[in-house]
């Protein structure tokens, strides 16, 4: 009777160690890879899983989460400038099929030398994309790095189970020497372009400067032309009507049979006056004899002809 207890025990027991050998649990954001006798059987999803007790095991728990690591390499340019890079590298199982998977499961020998591959990979694209740079222009193509690098990487990547999801360029910087000659030659630009933008405004400057005194001497001719003409034509009008007075007083007189030099020298006393009156001091010299008033009134009788 005591034999038949121990026996349904042991029995009992190895019914729960059955039981609870065939119950797994798979955490969320993993799937694990069963194998049977070592070879690919099937793949669990997360939560509550049963499995073959002794004959499906559990090969490796694989993370279906993003996952990052950090970078630091060299590489050098075209005009052999040595280049530092700092980088944050973004990956992922390229999706939850059993292909994704088993490739992620059996293309490494362990997570250790996938890492090493897969940076080493990221190392050789963007040294490969830098060799055919020159330093000037490595700073400004940081988006064409990770272009670059994705559009390589992307189809490798795949093959392995994974995908690059992202790749961020955290700090590029040259070595010290070449630093402190860049910073020379973007402030002998700065110098540079200062200087022909304060050429540029002092030749526009000048050049108004110039467009007004131009303007100006043109204003102020035209005023003068205007006001010669004017001058001129006051003059002309000035002679016109003492010529037309002249004359008619000439006329009246002879009707009057008297003699017209009377009104040659009454302008030629009034002329007299008026010099003294308005002279303001300058000096007229005028042959103040007979014979010169003669003279005078012979020349201006002569000149009352032509203009009759």
Sequence with gaps: ??????????????????????????????????????K??????????????????????????????????????ADQANVKFTAMLLYAVVNQSEEAIKNVAFKFLDEKNFMQALVRSVEGSVRGFVATKKQSEILALRREIV???????????????????????????????????????????????????EGQALLITKTKQAEAEGNAIRIAAEAERQAAQLRGQGIA???????????????EMQAANMDTSAILFSMWTESIKHFAEYGKGNIIILDGSTEGMAR?????????????
């Excluded at 990487?153 to 360029?169: A, F, V």
């Excluded at 009008?237 to 006329?251: H, P």
């Design 1 to 38: 009777m005591e034999s038949n207890t121990v026996f349904y025990g042991l029995v009992l027991l190895f019914l729960l160690i059955l039981v609870w050998t065939s119950v797994t649990t798979v955490a969320q954001g993993t799937v694990a890879v069963i194998t049977v006798f070592g």
């Design 40 to 77: 690919f059987q099937r793949v669990m999803a997360p939560g509550l899983n049963f499995k073959i007790p002794l004959i499906e095991s559990i090969f490796r728990r694989i993370s279906i989460q993003n996952r990052s690591a950090e970078l630091e390499f060299q590489a050098i340019t």
């Design 147 to 197: 272009e670059d690098v994705k559009h390589q990487l992307d189809k490798t990547l795949e093959e392995w189970g994974y995908h690059l999801i992202d790749l961020q360029m955290n700090d590029i910087a040259f070595d010290e020497a070449i630093m402190r000659s860049m910073a020379q030659v973007v402030a002998s630009n700065n110098l540079k372009a200062a200087a022909e933008n």
């Design 237 to 251: 009008l000035f002679r016109e009507e003492v010529a037309k007075g002249m004359t008619v007083a000439a006329k």
């Design 296 to 308: 005078t009134l012979q020349q201006q009788m002569a000149m009352n002809k032509m203009q009759g």
